[in-house]
Nanobody
Framework: QVQLVESGGGLVQPGGSLRLSCVVSGSIFSTNAMGWYRQAPGKERELVARITSGGITNYADSVKGRFTISRDNAKNTVYLQMNSLKPEDTAVYYC?????????WGQGTQVTVSS
């Protein structure tokens, strides 16, 4: 059974930083691409950042230059470093992977950017 557990969300002021973590179990983590998504109230879930098994990354235009995705295969963990946070970054953040044709999601972690 593949499980993903996110952590690191919270309340932060505009301009602040947070680092999200997602620990994966039940899968060969090093071979999986990993993604961070977010969903704000009343909006569809959107891709924020993605990293392949080989470390190639891509980002949504709205977070380029502010967010960094990385992975530690020894810890089965993917990270999302978020800097220069804006109120519009407020959302529930989810990590996702796929094994074959199946997608697996974490439970999400709330990020709120507010003064």
């Amino acid at each position: 059974q593949v499980q993903l557990v996110e952590s690191g969300g919270g309340l932060v002021q505009p301009g602040g930083s947070l680092r999200l973590s997602c620990v994966v179990s039940g899968s060969i983590f090093s071979t999986n691409a990993m993604g961070w998504y977010r969903q704000a109230p009343g909006k569809e879930r959107e891709l924020v950042a993605r990293i392949t098994s080989g470390g190639i990354t891509n980002y949504a235009d709205s977070v380029k230059g502010r967010f960094t995705i990385s992975r530690d295969n020894a810890k089965n963990t993917v990270y999302l470093q978020m800097n220069s946070l804006k109120p519009e970054d407020t959302a529930v953040y989810y990590c996702k992977t796929n094994v074959g044709s199946l997608d697996y999601w974490g439970q999400g972690t709330q990020v709120t950017v507010s003064s």
